[in-house]
Structures are given as structure tokens and as C-alpha cells.
């Protein structure tokens, strides 16, 4: 856990609000029971169709889709957009290519993360900016009182403002004048056979000589897209379409009734989830911030920080946590087969010695095997290294027995599963 200055830091206070269906509420519900909905980051959204095993399989061998139009949608724009992005995230943005994308952090000026985003360059002067739809009230926030100077951007220097000062709006908002987009996540091997099938040959070459976080805009089924080769599943192949709310249920539709001989499936949030842990990708508040304050140099995306800039608001604190941090997430294979106990959030991860060398962050069930997504000591973290898991109590039976409901660092303890540690990412 990191230790750093809470001078600068934006506190923000979630106001719940009772969840609404997405713009794709009325389409799942032709397609699943209302058993299988849950309340998700303010939206009612599908937990599966037909089983989490079955639509991962379908990611893995041919495609999913996605509804990911409850993710936040920024537009800023303007002479000083540039600048302001490149001012307020840890990348470089000044320089990303029209065309192009690319992955950052938004951070306070105490070095806290409020989120990562993917910004996409539209034109020199206008960017669509991807939140995490749990995070987008607080970087709306964050973004007006920034603009408002109402929180310093320097803590070492409290009295520095914003220099940069662009339009901000909202993307979903289908009240304003610029054009609107949401997100409908395309993924999986057949991914291009299926954008191929809905466009011109002409187009279909060029989406099919994107490389990975480019993007164009062009038509698919006549309903205008931005078509982008990014995602969240750890497919090779893989694209997020970003449509105006209206053409949403039109574009979903016509997807699934006309490409369902390439393997198309629709996904739900369960499937979303055991994908993005196989393929070791961090979920905000679990492998990123949340319990651990968990950097982006211990998540494996130190790369995504540039302290090579002059300046990024919580560039101090990064340059501090760079120089010292111990602890990295790692991915753990461990047994999964039938009799196997699920691996939980919080059991302890142990070294060969049986000493605790971190704790588990996410884990699923792929076939007979489980996937963790772990926090733990740098040292141990080397691909091929044995680790060991020790189950915390889950009843009070269990407590009465001497199991441990909460285990420390170096604390000793024998484990109850074997596993050894992966690659950090995978791609399928």
C-alpha cells in the first residue's frame, strides 16, 4: 500500500440514484430472463444470456458482443484540448496521431487515481474520452472543479490553476448539438469476418489493416460508427463501436440476427469479467487503486506513466511511488476442478516458504483450472514461480475450527492449494 500526501487530494461523495436500463434495456430482455439482471454502475445490465461458461468459450473461438453503453463518454474539444489532456493524464497526448488511441490515467494532484481512460483523437482539436462508468460522475466532477479552479493542481505548489481551459460534454447526452456515441463492444476471432460482413469491401480493408488502438468512422449496416480496435477481453481481434444512442438497439440487432452463422453470442457482465481476469487486465477498484491503493507501476502499466514529461498533475507522487514500490499484480494459476473450493478476494498468497507474499484480487473458473489476479511481493512474481493459497474463513464454523479470517504479510500459515505464477498479460 502506498503512503503519500493527501495535500490535493479531490474528495468526491457518490450520490445514489436508483439503476436504469441502458439504451440496450428492451433488447436484452428479448434475449434473457429478468432474474439475470442486476444493478450495475447506476444501469440494470445482463449478468449472462445463456451461461458465463458459454459466452467466454464463444469470445475465445469465434465473438462475443457486448453492451458497454453504460461506460462514460467525454467530448473535449477546442484549441487547448490537447494540452489539457496531456496536463491532466500521465501520457503523452500532444502527440497521439488522428486516428489513433491511447491508454492514460487520470490522477489528483496527491497522486490518487481517479481512473483510467482510453482518449481517442477525432480531429487535432477533439478528443472522445472512454471512463470506467463507475468513475464517470467523479471525473465529471473532477474535470469542473479543475476547470472552475477550485483544487490545486500541484500540491507543492497549491496556488497553481489550470492552464488550459477546453470544452467538456457529455457524449451520451442526446440533448446536445455534436454528435452522440456509446459503446457496443465487438470481440473474439471473428470479430473482423463479422465487421467485414456489414460494410463495403473498401471499408472492410481498411478496418481490417487497423492495427491495435486505431480507429475509423465509416458505416456498418448504413448506421454511422467510429470502429475501433480496442477492447477488454484480451482478444487479438477485437473492436469497440461507438454509435449514437438512438442507432444503439438498431446496430444490436441487426449484429446478432445477421452474423450469428460466424459463432456471434450476445455477453453478459460475467463474461465480461472472466475474460478480462484470464487475460490479466485490471479492473478499477481491484488491480488499479481500491483496497491496496494499487499504482499503475505495480498493475504492470508503468509504461502508460511518462515522468519523462514536464509536467502531469500527480506527477510528483508517481515519480515517488516509481522509485519504491515492492509489491506487483501478478497472475496465478491455480486448481479448479470439480471438489475445488473458489478461490476468493483477500485469501492469502503464500511463497514456498508458506509465508504470506500478498493476497488475491479477482479470480475465475476457466474449465478445470482457476485464474487469480494477485497483489504481491516483486520477488515472487517470476513466471514459473510456485505460489502457494491459503483459504480465509468464510463462517463462523470455520473461525471456531482455527481457519484465519484475515492473514498478514510474512505471517505464516500451511497452504490449501498449489499454483504457480504466469505470464503478466495474455492475449487469445
Not at 35 to 42: A, I, R, T, V, Y
Not at 184 to 194: H, N, T, Y
Not at 224 to 230: K, N, P, Q
Request: aromatic share 8%.
Amino acid at each position: 500500500m502506498q503512503e503519500r500526501t493527501q495535500v490535493g487530494h479531490f474528495a468526491f461523495n457518490q450520490v445514489d440514484s436508483p439503476a436504469v436500463g441502458s439504451v440496450l434495456h428492451e433488447q436484452h430482455l428479448k434475449l434473457t430472463s429478468r432474474l439475470h439482471m442486476n444493478p450495475f454502475c447506476g444501469y440494470i445490465m445482463p449478468l449472462w444470456y445463456s451461461a458465463i461458461a458459454t459466452e467466454h468459450s464463444a469470445v475465445r473461438q469465434a465473438a462475443g458482443l457486448f453492451d458497454c453503453t453504460h461506460m462514460g463518454m467525454l467530448d473535449v474539444s477546442g484549441p487547448d484540448a490537447p494540452d489539457f489532456l496531456d496536463y491532466v493524464t500521465t501520457n503523452k497526448i500532444t502527440d497521439l496521431g488522428i486516428g489513433n488511441a491511447r491508454y492514460s490515467y487520470i490522477l489528483d494532484a496527491a497522486g490518487n487515481i481517479l481512473d483510467d481512460i482510453i482518449i481517442y483523437r477525432r480531429a487535432g482539436e477533439r478528443f472522445m474520452v472512454v471512463v470506467n462508468a463507475a468513475n464517470e460522475p467523479k471525473i465529471k466532477a473532477y474535470f469542473k472543479a479543475l476547470l472552475n479552479d477550485e483544487i490545486p493542481v500541484d500540491a507543492e505548489d497549491t496556488g497553481r490553476k489550470l492552464p488550459y481551459k477546453p470544452d467538456i460534454s457529455n457524449m451520451r447526452d442526446t440533448s446536445r448539438s455534436r454528435d452522440c456515441r456509446v459503446d457496443v463492444a465487438l470481440q473474439g476471432p471473428r470479430s473482423l469476418d463479422i465487421v467485414s460482413a456489414l460494410t463495403d469491401a473498401q471499408t472492410a480493408e481498411q478496418i481490417a489493416a487497423l492495427r491495435p488502438f486505431h480507429f475509423v468512422q465509416a458505416a456498418l449496416g448504413e448506421i454511422d460508427c467510429i470502429i475501433a480496435r480496442t477492447g477488454y477481453t484480451g482478444s487479438k481481434i477485437g473492436f469497440e463501436l461507438f454509435v449514437h444512442p438512438d442507432n444503439a438497439p438498431r446496430l444490436w440487432e441487426m449484429m446478432l440476427q445477421k452474423c450469428r452463422q460466424y459463432g456471434l453470442v450476445p455477453c453478459g457482465l460475467g463474461a465480461r469479467d472472466s475474460l478480462r481476469i484470464e487475460a490479466g487486465l485490471p479492473l478499477y477498484g481491484h488491480e488499479l487503486a481500491g483496497q491496496y491503493d494499487i499504482s499503475p507501476f505495480e498493475a504492470g502499466y508503468g509504461w502508460a506513466v511518462k515522468l519523462d514529461k514536464e509536467f502531469f498533475i500527480g506527477k510528483k507522487p508517481m515519480e515517488q511511488i516509481a522509485k519504491k514500490y515492492d509489491m506487483e499484480v501478478a497472475r496465478v494459476e491455480l486448481p479448479g476442478e470439480k471438489g475445488i473450493r473458489p478461490v476468493r478476494q483477500n485469501d492469502a498468497v503464500l511463497n514456498a516458504k508458506g509465508e504470506c507474499t500478498g493476497w488475491v484480487l479477482s479470480c475465475t473458473k476457466i474449465e478445470e483450472k482457476q485464474i487469480a489476479l494477485v497483489y504481491m511481493s516483486r520477488e515472487c512474481t517470476q513466471q514459473g514461480n510456485p505460489v502457494g493459497l491459503y483459504y480465509l474463513a468464510r463462517s463462523r464454523g470455520q473461525l471456531e475450527q482455527g481457519r484465519k479470517d484475515s492473514v498478514e504479510k510474512a505471517e505464516h500459515v500451511s497452504p490449501d492449494l498449489a499454483g504457480i505464477v504466469l505470464s503478466r498479460f495474455e492475449k487469445f
